[in-house]
């Protein structure tokens, strides 16, 4: 069974631009969890979606924006870069949603960096 | 702002000892833990979880310990090994919420 993936692994933008990153669950999951992991405050939770729906979201401003499609695909969107969202994006997949532990999982992340 | 803190963010350990890595956090709802191990380039791994109705969760080498009380829990890990070099994030979570809250990481280094 494939694992979560995310696309690009790397990117560079430049700060006022907006950036989109992907992520596709494990096959059959239909909960994507979306964090932000940085050297001082760890992984912070940015949101969940499940069937299509936001269910949770994490403290981030409203620069930053997600949606989900009916494959169980995501997306996550950063508008207006600020040097501070350089940092890595992980997102995890689980069947359903609010799940943690061995039933959650991550996949290797996209290294933002804002310039 | 941080409700659950991992105040070292580094420790070194010889193989074969035990390895102890501890986790604060301050939210008294929180009745979920977990440990996720991460390697450079890879997303987090489940390692272990504990829910609140315990105090110690074992598998194999690796044993998380909870106090309820002092809102403090703790990874054991007898024997560390080379292969157990990598980061430790603890996380929990309240039944109500289903968000999951991470520590900021403790990095482990075994040395051969």
């Given at each position: 069974?494939?694992?979560?993936?995310?696309?690009?692994?790397?990117?560079?933008?430049?700060?006022?631009?907006?950036?989109?990153?992907?992520?596709?669950?494990?096959?059959?999951?239909?909960?994507?969890?979306?964090?932000?992991?940085?050297?001082?405050?760890?992984?912070?939770?940015?949101?969940?979606?499940?069937?299509?729906?936001?269910?949770?979201?994490?403290?981030?401003?409203?620069r930053?924006?997600?949606?989900?499609?009916?494959?169980?695909?995501?997306?996550?969107?950063?508008?207006?870069?600020?040097?501070?969202?350089?940092?890595?994006?992980?997102?995890?997949?689980?069947?359903?949603?609010?799940?943690?532990?061995?039933?959650?999982?991550?996949?290797?992340?996209?290294?933002?960096?804002?310039? | 702002?941080?409700?659950?803190?991992?105040?070292?963010?580094?420790?070194?350990?010889?193989?074969?000892?035990?390895?102890?890595?501890?986790?604060?956090?301050?939210?008294?709802?929180?009745?979920?833990?977990?440990?996720?191990?991460?390697?450079?380039?890879?997303?987090?791994?489940?390692?272990?979880?504990?829910?609140s109705?315990?105090?110690?969760?074992?598998?194999?080498r690796?044993?998380?310990?909870?106090?309820?009380?002092?809102?403090?829990?703790?990874?054991h890990?007898?024997?560390s090994?080379?292969?157990?070099?990598?980061?430790?994030?603890?996380?929990?979570?309240?039944?109500?919420?289903?968000q999951?809250y991470?520590?900021?990481?403790?990095?482990?280094t075994?040395?051969?």
């Amino acid at each position: 069974k494939a694992g979560v993936t995310q696309t690009p692994r790397y990117l560079i933008k430049t700060r006022g631009q907006q950036v989109t990153l992907s992520c596709s669950p494990i096959s059959g999951h239909r909960s994507v969890s979306w964090y932000q992991q940085t050297p001082g405050q760890g992984l912070q939770f940015l949101f969940e979606y499940f069937s299509e729906t936001q269910r949770n979201k994490g403290n981030f401003p409203g620069r930053f924006s997600g949606r989900q499609f009916s494959n169980s695909r995501s997306e996550m969107n950063v508008s207006t870069l600020e040097l501070g969202d350089s940092a890595l994006y992980l997102c995890a997949s689980s069947l359903l949603a609010g799940l943690g532990g061995d039933e959650q999982y991550f996949g290797p992340g996209t290294r933002l960096t804002v310039t | 702002d941080q409700q659950v803190k991992q105040n070292s963010p580094s420790l070194s350990v010889q193989e074969g000892r035990i390895s102890i890595l501890n986790c604060d956090y301050t939210n008294s709802m929180f009745d979920y833990f977990l440990w996720y191990k991460k390697y450079p380039a890879e997303g987090p791994t489940f390692l272990i979880s504990i829910s609140s109705i315990k105090d110690k969760n074992e598998d194999g080498r690796f044993t998380v310990f909870l106090n309820k009380s002092a809102k403090h829990l703790s990874l054991h890990i007898v024997p560390s090994q080379p292969g157990d070099s990598a980061v430790y994030f603890c996380a929990a979570s309240a039944q109500t919420g289903n968000q999951f809250y991470f520590g900021t990481g403790t990095s482990l280094t075994v040395i051969p």
